[in-house]
């Protein structure tokens, strides 16, 4: 059975939780718009995710959909421990030892589960707590178990509340042990993506890549770099060179950089992914007054238009699908805005030369840019693509082309995977027929779809012989009839 779904060009990334964990919930945001689902491996245990996952999967059968599953890895996140009565007042000019001994914390001392962190800081470096609600100064360290820091702006200290250190150049792993059980759990389920968190260095994903080799050999999951580490910011180029795809993760980034610098990194960011076609999700507090409200704020309406005005693959939402009220509302709410600026068109499609850096890859890059420039000539509706590795797919999207994205593959694990990928629609394909024979049979399926009309012209890039599933080698424009 297939359900017809409006789609957006722009996708939605929903974030999984106990507000969003049965079939009925989850058929209604896919029916809403939700086109990927998150699973964030900072909460929730593995029984629970795989019957999530399972339902996934059946309604992906039931609807005819592809929606595609992201995992998110914790990462190294420094936090404090216990604390008397879960909260304890910190006072303005008051000092705070940080001990690497567990113990119960009052506001005198309080233990921190990163055991480098003596050996890590500086005096006069800042310690921020609970996303930097609390403020401190690093005075003094041992270098072994204890740091000495005054408050700098005080407040109630309570529980297992995580910790940035903006200025300091932390020597944790960018996998922990409990990331590595994740990415082991994840990759045996078949996730698509995989979110490493508080990445500082391209070097982290070359790491990830590694281990996900060696894990599981044939994994088709890629990689989603998340930035919210300043060394991060100062390493994008090489970040970008080795991920899969990038995520803005606005939370931890705002309170590690100055506030006022997020709203420019993130364009930033949004423009270096597009320029290497690479997807990139703009995340946190999208539409987080939805977690409890029947609406969103204004602010927010304006947040998640610019970021589809900025061209993002897509926008994410956290806390208000996984804990709040009314998942599905707020997928609609947020597919309604994205839907009303996709159709100005001139604000968000933009042009771009051609970057060409891959000799190996010459002519296929060639003929996907060249096959978006044929389209905006001849005002095409879609731009269609056989594809078996995704490639093509990755580079059409990434030129952001007025017409429509129709992928066509025999390769059934990219299908939930490029559905992440801007404007991009996939479709499981497997006939083994002449080059002209599948272009009409493709041709024949979309318009008994309702997907193309008669007068459309559209754009066929392919490569032949289709049977070699080489690379894009040609491009044909037709007129549908």
């Known amino acids: 059975m297939s359900v017809r779904i409006s789609y957006n060009r722009t996708k939605i990334v929903a974030t999984l939780g106990p507000a969003s964990s049965t079939p009925e919930i989850l058929e209604e945001m896919i029916k809403a718009g939700a086109d990927v689902f998150r699973v964030n491996f900072s909460h929730g245990d593995y029984s629970a995710v795989e019957d999530v996952v399972k339902h996934i999967h059946d309604l992906n059968r039931k609807l005819g959909t592809h929606v595609s599953i992201l995992g998110d890895l914790q990462g190294p996140k420094l936090r404090i421990g216990e604390v008397e009565n879960n909260g304890v007042e910190l006072k303005e000019g008051a000092k705070l030892t940080f001990t690497s001994e567990k113990v119960m914390g009052n506001a005198d001392r309080v233990f921190m589960t990163y055991q480098q962190f003596p050996r890590d800081v500086k005096p006069g470096e800042n310690v921020l707590i609970d996303d930097g609600k609390l403020v401190l100064r690093v005075d003094s360290t041992n270098g072994k178990d204890e740091v000495v820091a005054t408050v700098l702006h005080g407040g109630i200290l309570s529980s297992k509340k995580g910790v940035n250190l903006p200025n300091t150049k932390i020597s944790l792993p960018c996998l922990t042990e409990k990331d590595l059980k994740d990415l082991e759990f994840a990759l045996k389920m078949d996730f698509d993506w995989i979110g490493l968190s508080f990445v500082r260095s391209g070097a982290d994903i070359i790491e990830l890549k590694h281990i996900i080799k060696e894990l599981k050999a044939d994994s088709k999951a890629r990689v989603i770099a998340k930035i919210e580490k300043p060394e991060a910011v100062l390493d994008i180029e090489n970040i970008i060179s080795e991920t899969d ?237």
Not at 303 to 326: I, P, Q, R, Y
Not at 448 to 473: F, H, R
Request: glycine residues 6%.
């Open 245 to 481: 795809g990038l995520m803005v993760a606005r939370g931890d980034l705002g309170v590690e950089v100055p506030m006022q610098r997020v709203p420019v990194i993130q364009k930033m960011l949004v423009k270096k992914c597009r320029e290497a076609c690479k997807p990139v999700i703009i995340a946190t507090q999208m539409m987080e007054s939805m977690i409890t409200n029947i609406t969103p704020s204004r602010a927010e309406v304006n947040d998640v238009a610019n970021s589809v005005m900025d061209g993002a693959d897509a926008v994410m939402l956290s806390g208000e699908t996984s804990v709040g009220k009314h998942p599905h509302k707020v997928v609609e709410a947020m597919s309604k805005i994205i839907a009303q600026v996709e159709e100005e068109h001139s604000l968000y499609y933009s042009e771009r030369p051609p970057i060409f850096k891959d000799p190996s890859r010459f002519i296929s890059d060639n003929l996907c840019y060249s096959a978006t420039q044929l389209a905006k000539q001849v005002n095409a509706s879609a731009i269609i693509t056989m594809t078996h590795s995704g490639y093509t797919a990755f580079r059409v999207s990434g030129y952001r082309p007025r017409a429509n994205v129709f992928v066509f593959t025999s390769n059934y694990n990219i299908l939930t995977q490029l559905n992440l990928l801007w404007g991009v629609r996939c479709f499981y394909y497997d006939k083994n027929i002449s080059t002209d024979h599948t272009i009409a049979d493709i041709k024949f399926i979309l318009k008994k779809n309702g997907l193309i009309s008669a007068g459309d012209y559209i754009i066929n890039i392919a490569s032949i012989p289709l049977s070699e599933k080489g690379m894009t080698n040609m491009v044909k424009l037709t007129e549908v009839e």
